[in-house]
């Protein structure tokens, strides 16, 4: 079992940067692949961008490349989600995924999450 807690999420103006970090409980952190998933509202939930169990690859959705970037600190085993040059489309609800397996891009392949941390960006 994994216990996921979101945190960092916050209002912001356009252009404007946030981290979000994701605290995981357990001594495996490193096994687990991680992925951050966003929600607006009236939409499904979609990809942001997802890291392997080590950090050496990270992936993006075309939407967030080059603002946005995922890391982790296994040691501390905590995931962060830095994002920069904020757009209004980027509010929504960001919740942080492990997946004890191959990293990935689809939500069902995530095994656990967390409670989500809203992200509002105003024009």
């Keep these: ?3 996921l807690v979101e945190s960092g999420g916050g209002l912001v103006q356009a252009g404007g940067s946030l ?5 995981a409980s357990g001594r495996t952190f490193s096994r687990y692949a991680m992925g ?3 929600q607006a509202p009236g939409k499904e939930r979609e990809f942001v ?3 392997t ?8 959705a075309d ?15 905590t995931v962060y989600l830095q994002m920069n040059s904020l757009k ?10 492990a997946n004890d397996a191959n990293w990935s ?17 105003s024009s």
Aim: charged share 20%; hydrophobic share 30%; proline share 2%.
């Design 105 to 121: 891009t689809r939500s069902r392949n995530y095994d656990y999450w967390g409670q989500g941390t809203q992200v509002t960006v």
């Design 1 to 3: 079992q994994v216990q």
């Design 88 to 97: 209004p489309e980027d509010t929504a609800v960001y919740y942080c995924a």
């Design 53 to 60: 169990g080590s950090g050496g690859s990270t992936i993006y």
């Design 63 to 77: 939407s967030v490349k080059g603002r946005f970037t995922i890391s982790r600190d296994n040691a501390k085993n």
């Design 36 to 38: 951050w998933f966003r």
């Design 19 to 23: 981290r979000l970090s994701c605290a």
């Design 49 to 51: 961008a997802a890291i």
